[in-house]
């Protein structure tokens, strides 16, 4: 645990106080990746090419097809790689979201992983399979759901209850695409001909003629412990509701970059008070995994905003959307585990956040 923080005339005469030099390196506290799908780094022949599929729906069809190709695969020491890689940029907290019971990989030295697994269904018959399933494990496994317009409203009620109740974390994906945007108000376009040609359309969905945060207000699912991931497609008033809410939003803007769906609203999301943590997706919609590399995005999408915000994004902001203070600051009674940035040049912040090159992190 830090005891204190000052400069060194102050310290030096500390209890037990032993000296170790960092010379020409940052300190920082470690960094938080709040949206990560570990059981998908075997699918890194998703973004291993030039041109992304044409739509969300194109690209799921293409996801769950190599899925099914490589079935039998065990992709463990592929997530493990992952995670090696995650850490040696200087990762604390990763927050993993799959399919499956257990993460594909669960720790590794400093790096601890949060997983959740992920419910979703539309129709009538996927949405008793999938509470099912939360009944059969109700031993306080963390579950969540996908996204409003692959769960059923009965199903992304039921978990977020469930996850209330344990105030548990309920990340979902939200206003990822135009795509999802105009199947939500309209019932209509890429995501409905997705759901009928793979026959799992019964008709039960009702419509909610709305955009996705006003639905999730609908619902009653926006408050602190809801974490939005993507946020691009939000009109002023839900993004206002955000905020109102306290939700947490997640910002991935190397998927949305390579998925080409857009960049997000975030002077909107600023002004409003909303504070976005950040995460980088998987490799299946991401060629590069790295929060170094997300900040570098986001300067380069929002060049007027201050590097320090961003920065902030990475480290405070997902700390205090996953409720880990301890994290995301050096400061008396955070986390002695940070990191050491080897650096040169005359901002610091402008180095940290801008300069695109691979950075070299130590552990302290
Ligand atoms: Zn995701």
Same mark, same amino acid.
């Given at each position: ?64 097809? *190599?899925?099914?190709? =490589?079935?039998?695969?065990? %992709? +463990? ?5 992952? *995670? ?29 992983? %949060? ?17 099912? /399933?939360?009944?059969?494990?109700? %031993? ?10 692959? +769960? ?8 977020? &209850? ?5 105030? =548990? ?6 206003? &990822? ?18 759901? &009928?040609?793979?026959? /799992? ?21 926006? %408050?602190?412990? +809801? ?35 857009? =960049? ?13 943590? *950040? ?8 060629? =590069?995994?790295?929060?170094?590399r997300e900040m ?18 990475? +480290? ?32 610091? *912040? &402008? ?12 552990w302290v």
């Amino acid at each position: 645990m830090i005891v204190a923080v000052g400069p060194y005339r102050h310290l030096r005469h500390g209890k037990h106080a032993r000296l170790v030099e960092h010379e020409g390196r940052i300190l920082l506290p470690a960094l938080l990746n709040c949206h990560c799908h570990l059981e998908l780094s075997g699918c890194a022949a998703m973004t291993d090419r030039e041109v992304a599929p044409a739509h969300m729906p194109a690209w799921i069809t293409e996801l769950l097809a *190599l899925r099914a190709s =490589r079935s039998g695969e065990d %992709d +463990t020491s592929l997530a493990c790689a992952v *995670l090696a890689r995650q850490h040696a940029d200087g990762v604390a907290l990763l927050v993993d979201i799959g399919n499956g019971l257990r993460p594909a990989a669960s720790c590794h030295d400093m790096t601890r992983v %949060d997983y959740y697994t992920e419910l979703l269904g539309l129709s009538r018959q996927a949405t008793l399979l999938a509470l099912q /399933v939360m009944q059969d494990h109700d %031993d306080g496994h963390n579950f969540t759901c996908h996204a409003p317009y692959s +769960t059923s409203a009965a199903l992304l009620q039921a978990v977020k &209850e469930r996850a209330a109740l344990l105030r =548990r974390l309920y990340p979902l994906h939200v206003g &990822e695409s135009l795509d999802e945007v105009e199947f939500l108000a309209t019932g209509h376009g890429p995501f409905r001909s997705f759901l &009928e040609e793979r026959g /799992v359309w019964d008709g039960s969905f009702a419509v909610p003629g709305c955009g996705p945060v006003a639905y999730l207000e609908r619902l009653g699912l926006l %408050d602190e412990l +809801t974490l939005c991931v993507h946020c691009l497609h939000l009109d002023e008033a839900e993004i206002d509701l955000l905020a109102r809410r306290r939700a947490g939003v997640c910002l991935c803007a190397g998927s949305n970059r390579f998925l080409g769906v857009g =960049r997000a609203p975030l002077a909107e999301m600023l002004a409003v008070g909303l504070k976005p943590c *950040l995460g980088t997706d998987s490799l299946a919609s991401n060629p =590069r995994l790295s929060l170094w590399r997300e900040m570098n995005i986001l300067a380069d999408d929002h060049p007027q905003l201050d590097p320090a915000l961003i920065l902030a994004m990475a +480290t405070w902001n997902g700390a205090e959307i996953v409720a880990r203070s301890e994290l995301g600051r050096l400061a008396p009674g955070g986390s002695a585990h940070f990191i050491a940035v080897a650096y040169e040049g005359s901002s610091p *912040l &402008e180095f940290l956040v801008r300069e695109p090159h691979v950075k070299d992190v130590y552990w302290v």
